[in-house]
């Protein structure tokens, strides 16, 4: 999904509404953020920011089922490095997997040899920007960074409309990771963007659990009402001479 040219204004603080209408456009045929990634990544070079995926135990269980990010960003990027503030997450992927360009630091304050020293395309975070405590001040910082100065950015966040989070709330309760700030939507995620430096140049809602619930509500549904989906996708481009 592209945004339209009468939104743009909004989302730069040019003008203002109240009740500003952002209108789903597109076919949002891309069912899982992954395959998402994995495509628009493809013989690219990619830095992938909080590379470890909080436990040992969970990153076996991804790779068992062909869902880890990482491996995937490997599998299909010409060149694929991470980064992590997880001392003890870095030494498990590069010592006990083996995995090539892992490395440890902050990414917004370090200089990391492997990662500061050269010219990425891609910057992925996935699942990462609804535990920063700034969204629009990291973005803008990374942005800014060596290396990162001309990375296009792809940025997956939890959707505050998924149908779940609805179903939950007729039942009186809020079901969320206690270390997340925020609940994304496109437009709010647009926003965010675009405050930091970044042009949005494509919008995406993507679906990547089963459904394990009765009544289910079948993927045909979700084909129909988009924006009930689990994911919002952003793929942005940093825009020359914003400071």
Same mark, same amino acid.
Not at 94 to 104: A, F, K, R
């Given at each position: 999904?592209?945004?339209?040219?009468?939104? $743009?204004?909004?989302?730069?603080?040019?003008?203002?509404? +109240?009740?500003?209408?952002? /209108?789903?456009?597109?076919? @949002?045929?891309?069912? +899982?953020?992954?395959?998402?990634?994995?495509?628009?990544?493809? %013989?690219?070079?990619?830095?992938?920011?909080?590379?470890?995926?909080?436990?040992?135990? #969970?990153?076996?269980?991804?790779?068992? /089922?062909?869902?880890?990010? &990482?491996?995937?960003?490997?599998?299909?990027?010409? $060149?694929?490095?991470?980064?992590?503030?997880?001392?003890?997450?870095?030494?498990?992927?590069?010592?006990?997997?083996?995995?090539?360009?892992?490395?440890?630091?902050?990414?917004?304050?370090?200089?990391?040899?492997?990662?500061?020293?050269?010219?990425?395309? @891609?910057?992925?975070? %996935?699942? $990462?920007?609804? &535990?920063?405590?700034?969204?629009?001040?990291?973005?803008?910082?990374? /942005?800014?960074?060596?290396?990162?100065?001309? *990375?296009?950015?792809?940025?997956?966040? =939890?959707? *505050?409309?998924?149908?779940?989070?609805?179903?939950?709330?007729? #039942?009186?309760?809020?079901?969320?990771?206690?270390? &997340?700030?925020?609940?994304?939507?496109?437009?709010?995620?647009?926003?965010?963007?675009?405050?930091? %430096?970044? *042009?949005?140049?494509?919008?995406?809602?993507?679906?990547? /659990? *089963? @459904?394990?619930?009765?009544? =289910?509500?079948?993927? @045909?549904? $979700?084909?129909?009402?988009?924006?009930?989906?689990?994911?919002?996708?952003?793929?942005? +481009? =940093?825009?020359?001479?914003?400071?």
């Amino acid at each position: 999904m592209q945004l339209d040219d009468d939104i $743009l204004g909004f989302l730069r603080g040019e003008q203002f509404s +109240s009740g500003c209408c952002l /209108r789903l456009s597109g076919d @949002f045929k891309e069912r +899982s953020r992954l395959t998402y990634m994995q495509r628009v990544v493809k %013989g690219a070079s990619v830095l992938h920011i909080g590379c470890v995926d909080h436990t040992p135990e #969970k990153v076996r269980r991804k790779l068992a /089922r062909g869902v880890w990010l &990482h491996k995937l960003l490997m599998d299909s990027a010409e $060149l694929c490095a991470g980064v992590d503030i997880n001392e003890s997450g870095v030494k498990y992927l590069s010592e006990d997997m083996g995995l090539p360009h892992i490395h440890c630091g902050d990414i917004l304050r370090d200089t990391i040899p492997g990662v500061n020293d050269r010219q990425w395309d @891609f910057v992925v975070l %996935g699942e $990462l920007l609804e &535990h920063t405590d700034n969204p629009v001040d990291f973005l803008a910082t990374l /942005r800014s960074r060596p290396g990162l100065e001309r *990375a296009a950015c792809i940025i997956t966040v =939890p959707n *505050a409309f998924y149908y779940k989070n609805f179903k939950k709330a007729l #039942k009186q309760y809020e079901d969320i990771n206690s270390d &997340h700030r925020y609940w994304f939507t496109p437009y709010t995620l647009a926003k965010v963007l675009t405050r930091a %430096g970044y *042009a949005v140049d494509d919008l995406q809602l993507t679906q990547d /659990r *089963a @459904f394990k619930f009765f009544p =289910p509500i079948p993927w @045909f549904i $979700l084909s129909r009402y988009p924006l009930l989906r689990s994911k919002v996708v952003a793929l942005a +481009s =940093p825009i020359p001479g914003r400071e």
